[in-house]
Every structure is written in C-alpha cells, then in structure tokens.
C-alpha cells in the first residue's frame, strides 16, 4: 500500500480551519469553527493597528458610515477624507441632503470620480427620508430595499453601524479570503458564489466579533494583504495564509490590467462636469466645447452625462446640474 502522500499546504487538508474540513470527521468538524484560527490574530491586530478614521467613530452614526461606503468604492482613502469631512458638515443627517437637488450632491462630490454615486447617495437620502423617518433603517432587507444600495453596502452599513453579524465582501476581504484561505494570488474579477460561501463559513457566530472580522479583514487587506507589495512580515496570520505556505504562485487567470484614464471617454466627463460644477448659472454649449478638442468624443461624453441624470439640457443649448 503506497503511504499516503503529505497534503500541499494549498490543499483544504493541510488549511487550519478551511470551510471543507466541517464536512470531515474528526475534532476538527465537532470542536471548532472553521474561521477561529483566524479571528482572534485578525482582530487582535486590527484593535492595535486600525486607522483612526472618522466613519469609525461612535459620533459618525449610520449616516456617516453609509456615506463612507458610497465614497469609498474605488476610492483611495486619502481623497475620501476632505471631501467627507465637507459632506456630513453639510448634511449631517440623511433629511439635510434629501431637501437639496441631486444636482447639489453632484456638485459636492468634486473631483471623487464615478459621480453617479453622488445621484445614488441622494436617492437614498430621499427614500431614507420619506420611507423611514430620517433614520437609516437597521434591518438588513430594508438596507438593501434603498436606491442605490446594493448587497455589499447593505451588509457594511448593518455591519459597521449597528454591529450586525453579516458577510463583508470587499475587494480587500477578498484578497486576503483568497490567499489566506483559497491559496490564491487574486480573487476571481466579479464575487462568485464560492466567495460569498466561504465568506459565511468564515464569520464568527458571535454578532459583536463577526462586526469586528468584518472590519478587521478589510483593514488587513487595505494596510498589509495589497494587491502588490504584500508585507507578510507584518500579517497576524502569515503562518496559516495557504498562498504564502505554497511558495506565493503567480496568479493563473486573466490578466489583470490597471485602468486607463486619461484620453478616455471618463476624463471628458470629469471635464464637462467640472465646468458644471463651478458655474451656478446654465451653461451654453460653446463652452463646454472648449473642454476637450474631438467634437466626437466630446458629444459622446456629454451625451452619457444626460443620459445618467447627471446633466441637465435646457432650451437654446445650455446646460446645467440636475435640479430635481
């Protein structure tokens, strides 16, 4: 009888606490949650390391998270913070911004980039208001019911603001589910249904510490679990991560390619709405044809800026912010 061969440290046998091993015999199935060997080192550094970041704050209230979870998407924190900060001065509570016209948020949004989030935070100011008191629901499934909130931000805003027991999917928690767990460079390009499994599996049954692994992944994979340049030096879990324990293998999927901007159809947006932004009066075509020298491109980017109820086109050929 050939001896059995010694599983590879990427396999699920030889991954302290991976997912499969619940369907295993053993002590390990009966005695112990599949994600323990990874939520106290995780938490115990996210209490010593996180960020003392403003949404973290008890004063930032539900509101404050939910804004910090629109502006953050693709967003670096670095060009989140001034304009938060401005934002919640502005309207601190969800009743304040519903009371403007979109065409304010838009304008507030400055130079975050994808504005369409800016219509989206409106929306649900709106609805927020009309449907719930000003008060940003708890419940998860009313979360989610709110224009513009899709299944991520509903699980961060019940997560972060009201500690509820709820899967965190990021694209930083993914990277380090992936190599922590899977034994991957990269998690796959869109969330798979085997991410949003393991990602249950993973979380603490505990409500308040499945809240806190839910901040504390993110945080991980934002400070040390990167994209690039990864310091396992100073990850809380580097001897469990099943990637690093394989010799760290080169992502085998598409090619990942970093996106363009300039010259592109995005930059004459953010050129056309920069215009818009500085003027509080309409604004005639001819000058916003001095923005961008092919005409083409130019009315093609305008035209996607109508089109997403980011502009709005007025008689005799002006142009404006939305007033609705």
Not at 98 to 112: D, F, H, I, N, P
Not at 128 to 134: A, N, P, S
Not at 161 to 165: E, M
Not at 258 to 269: H, I
């Given at each position: 009888?050939?001896?059995?061969?010694?599983?590879?440290?990427?396999?699920?046998?030889?991954?302290?606490?991976?997912?499969?091993?619940?369907?295993?015999?053993?002590?390990?199935?009966?005695?112990?949650?599949?994600?323990d060997p990874f939520h106290a080192p995780v938490i115990d550094w996210f209490d010593e390391h996180a960020r003392d970041l403003p949404w973290r704050r008890p004063e930032a209230g539900a509101w404050g998270v939910m804004v910090s979870e629109f502006m953050l998407q693709q967003t670096p924190v670095t060009r989140?913070?001034?304009?938060?900060?401005?934002?919640?001065?502005?309207?601190?509570?969800?009743?304040?911004?519903?009371?403007?016209?979109?065409?304010?948020?838009?304008?507030?949004?400055?130079?975050?980039?994808?504005?369409?989030?800016a219509l989206r935070?409106?929306?649900?100011?709106?609805?927020?208001?009309?449907?719930?008191?000003?008060?940003?629901?708890t419940d998860h499934a009313q979360l989610l019911a709110l224009p513009g909130i899709g299944e991520y931000t509903a699980a961060a805003v019940a997560s972060f603001?009201?500690?509820?027991?709820h899967p965190v999917l990021d694209t930083n928690v993914r990277r380090v589910f992936a190599r922590a767990v899977t034994g991957v460079r990269y998690p796959p390009n869109a969330t798979t249904a085997a991410e949003r499994k393991l990602a249950r599996a993973l979380l603490p049954v505990d409500e308040h510490t499945a809240s806190r692994w839910a901040a504390a992944s993110m945080e991980l994979g934002a400070l040390v679990c990167t994209a690039k340049n990864e310091d396992c030096h100073r990850c809380p879990i580097a001897a469990l991560?099943?990637?690093?324990?394989?010799?760290?293998?080169?992502?085998?999927?598409?090619?990942?390619?970093?996106?363009?901007?300039?010259?592109?159809?995005?930059?004459?947006?953010?050129?056309?709405?920069?215009?818009?932004?500085?003027?509080?009066e309409p604004v005639p075509q001819a000058v916003?044809?001095?923005?961008?020298?092919?005409?083409?491109?130019?009315?093609?980017?305008?035209?996607?800026?109508?089109?997403?109820?980011?502009?709005?086109?007025?008689?005799?050929?002006?142009?404006?912010?939305?007033?609705?």
């Open positions: 009888m050939t001896a059995p061969t010694k599983p590879s440290p990427s396999s699920p046998a030889a991954r302290p606490g991976h997912p499969e091993d619940s369907d295993r015999p053993g002590p390990v199935a009966e005695d112990r949650h599949p994600g989140v913070l001034p304009v938060y900060e401005q934002w919640l001065a502005r309207w601190p509570r969800p009743a304040d911004l519903a009371a403007e016209a979109s065409g304010e948020a838009v304008r507030a949004w400055g130079r975050l980039g994808y504005p369409r989030r935070l409106h929306g649900a100011a709106v609805a927020i208001t009309e449907r719930h008191g000003g008060d940003v629901p603001a009201y500690g509820q027991r991560c099943a990637w690093r324990l394989a010799g760290k293998p080169e992502h085998e999927g598409p090619p990942r390619r970093g996106q363009t901007y300039a010259g592109t159809d995005r930059q004459v947006r953010g050129k056309l709405l920069a215009v818009l932004r500085e003027a509080h916003l044809d001095r923005v961008w020298h092919e005409p083409v491109q130019r009315a093609r980017a305008l035209d996607g800026l109508v089109s997403d109820g980011l502009v709005e086109p007025l008689a005799g050929g002006f142009y404006r912010l939305p007033q609705s």
